[in-house]
Nanobody, 125 residues
Framework: VQLQASGGGLVQAGESLRLSCAAS????????MAWFRQAPGKGQEFIAA??????TYADSMQGRFTISRDSAKSTVYLQMSNLKPEDTAVYYC?????????????????????WGQGTQVTVSS
């Protein structure tokens, strides 16, 4: 599956932003979609992931970040609210195939084999 992320930009602290990631190439509902981020000098950080039925979040992201999917548009979104300067990072969407009805969503980047190009989010104080 090919992924195209968009929606990043420069915002003030306290503002909101919605990222989008459009998928193409495979049946969207057969994939779990995730968002990660990487701040300067830091490793990749899991934010959230969702199948068509369920979602999961990193504990530190719950509350301000919301993941959602639109199957008709083959797009996954990340709604971010009350942004803080420490949220400044490159945000990546990723996808992994759902291989079982008992699939458990992974929070590890190693589980995802398709990645978008990343979109920069900068939060000024």
């Amino acid at each position: 599956v090919q992924l195209q992320a968009s929606g990043g930009g420069l915002v003030q602290a306290g503002e909101s932003l919605r990222l989008s990631c459009a998928a193409s190439g495979r049946i969207f509902d057969s994939w779990v979609m995730a968002w990660f981020r990487q701040a300067p000098g830091k490793g990749q950080e899991f934010i959230a992931a969702a199948t068509s039925r369920t979602s999961t979040y990193a504990d530190s992201m719950q509350g301000r970040f919301t993941i959602s999917r639109d199957s008709a548009k083959s797009t996954v979104y990340l709604q971010m609210s009350n942004l803080k300067p420490e949220d400044t990072a490159v945000y990546y969407c990723a996808a992994a195939p759902i291989r079982s009805v008992y699939y458990i969503i992974s929070k590890s980047a190693a589980a995802y084999n398709s990645w978008g190009q990343g979109t920069q989010v900068t939060v000024s104080s």
